[in-house]
Every structure is written in structure tokens, then in C-alpha cells.
């Protein structure tokens, strides 16, 4: 299974294909409002705004499964991520990372890259997976991780796409 064949739904509701990122650098991360690391959001949209030009594309998933720190309804998450952040990057409606109910790309990013030890679960909010521009996941970040630490292996994921 490719990541382009898994479909995903936007913050307004709309199902889309991941085909339409095909050819671009993606970050992908699992987002969360009222948690201690949602000042990332901040992080990630500089680097965003620096690199989207240069084909670079970050898209943001709510999730509540990690202390009920994402309680509000899509909009509410818009809204609270337009206003506080600055956030423009792509946001989608709100999915499960882990367990029985995991979102199929979750599922997916998990099998790619594996966390410490060969853990598939994800541990909490913030974490990033890092695939090039083919499709294959080439990295993953542990929510601690400030998103500057993605910046060097994703610069070089963009120069060997450009």
C-alpha cells in the first residue's frame, strides 16, 4: 500500500486522496490544542512558510487520545489554530493514531517507522513523520522534538526532489 491511496478528510469535512501531495516533501503530525507542546504549532508553521515554495507540505491531524487535549469540534480547532498560531498549513478533521479505530494513515506511518525499540504505538501529541517525495517515510520524531530538528533531513529531502 502506498500513503497516496489512503484517503483522509479535511477540517471541513471533505474526503481527499494524499495523491495530490505526490511529488512533495510531507511532515505529517498529530496535533493537539491544550497540550504542552501544542506551542510547536508555531515551530512548524515557520517552517512551513519558509519551505512550502521549495515543495514542502505539513499536514496537521488533530487527535484527542492523549489526555482529552484536543475536546473541540473542527472549527473550534481552526479557529484556535488560526488565531494563536498563525497556522495556514493543512489541517485535517480529528482521527485516532492508536488502537482498534487507528486512522489507516497512522496505521501506515506506524509500520514504516517503527519508535524507539520498535514501539508502533505513538506515545502523545507531537509526534512527526517525516516521507519524501515518493511516498516512503523516511523518518520519525518523537513529540519532545522541537521541529527545527527536522529542518536538515528535510532540506535534503527537498534538493534531491529539486
Known amino acids: 500500500m502506498s500513503i497516496y491511496d489512503i484517503p483522509v478528510q479535511t477540517i471541513k469535512g471533505k474526503t481527499i486522496s494524499l495523491e495530490q501531495y505526490r511529488g512533495k516533501v510531507l ?11 501544542t506551542p510547536q504549532y508555531k515551530g512548524l508553521e ?12 505539513i499536514l496537521g491531524f488533530p487527535c484527542d487520545q492523549f ?3 484536543e475536546p473541540g469540534s473542527e472549527d473550534e480547532i481552526s479557529e484556535f489554530c488560526e488565531i494563536n498560531f498563525g497556522v495556514t498549513f493543512p489541517l485535517f478533521s480529528k482521527v485516532e493514531v ?6 489507516p494513515l497512522f496505521t501506515h506511518l506506524k509500520e514504516e517507522a517503527p519508535g524507539l525499540l520498535g514501539s508502533k504505538g505513538i506515545k502523545w501529541n507531537f509526534t512527526k513523520f517525516l516521507v519524501d517525495a ?3 517515510v523516511v523518518g520519525r520524531f518523537a513529540p519532545k522534538d522541537d521541529p527545527k530538528k527536522l529542518i536538515k533531513p528535510m532540506a535534503k529531502l527537498l534538493t534531491e526532489t529539486a
Open 27 to 37: 511532515i505529517i503530525v498529530n496535533t493537539a490544542s491544550k497540550c504542552g507542546f
Open 67 to 69: 489526555g482529552h487535549q
Open 98 to 103: 492508536n488502537g482498534s479505530n487507528a486512522h
Open 46 to 57: 515557520g517552517i512551513y512558510k519558509e519551505y512550502k515554495g521549495q515543495g514542502l507540505e
Open 134 to 136: 515518493e511516498g516512503n
